[in-house]
C-alpha cells in the first residue's frame, strides 16, 4: 500500500509530516506537542519551588511562585518578557531602596556615616569602587 501524499499550495507533493519527522530524527529530538512544550518548564519551576521551600529560601519560593501562577494562567508570553527586560532594574531599586531606609527614617546620622566612609574599611571600598577606565 502506497503513503497517502499531500497536495501543497506551491504544488509539490510530500508525504504526510515525513518532512517534519525527518527534521526532528535528524536533529535528535522527538515530536513534541504543544501541551508538552508548555508543562516541562512549569515542571521545572516547580521542581524549584519545591526546593526552595524545602530549603527555607523565600525569596527564592516567592519568585517561583509567581512564576508558575503566570504560567498556569496563561499570561506568561505577556509578563515574562516585561519581568526579563526590566526585572533585574527594578530589583536593584528595590534592594538599593531598602538600604537605603534607615537614612530615610533619620536613625543614621551624618556623624556615623563621617565614621564609616572615614574607615579603613569605608576608603578600601570607596578606591576600589572607582571606575578605572582605560582610554
Known sequence: ????????????????GLTAAKEAGAKGRQLRTWEEEKMEPALIILAILVVAVLG???SVALAASLLL?????????YALPL????????????LIAA????LARGTVTLRDLGHVFLSW?????FVLSLDRKST
Open 56 to 58: 527555607r529560601a523565600n
Open 1 to 16: 500500500m502506497a503513503p497517502e501524499r499531500a497536495e501543497f499550495p506551491n504544488g509539490s507533493e510530500e508525504k504526510e
Open 69 to 77: 501562577v503566570l504560567k498556569l494562567l496563561q499570561v506568561d508570553q
Open 121 to 125: 574599611v569605608g576608603l578600601v571600598a
Open 83 to 94: 519581568i526579563e527586560k526590566g526585572g533585574t532594574f527594578w530589583g536593584l531599586v528595590l
Open 99 to 102: 538600604i537605603l531606609v534607615p
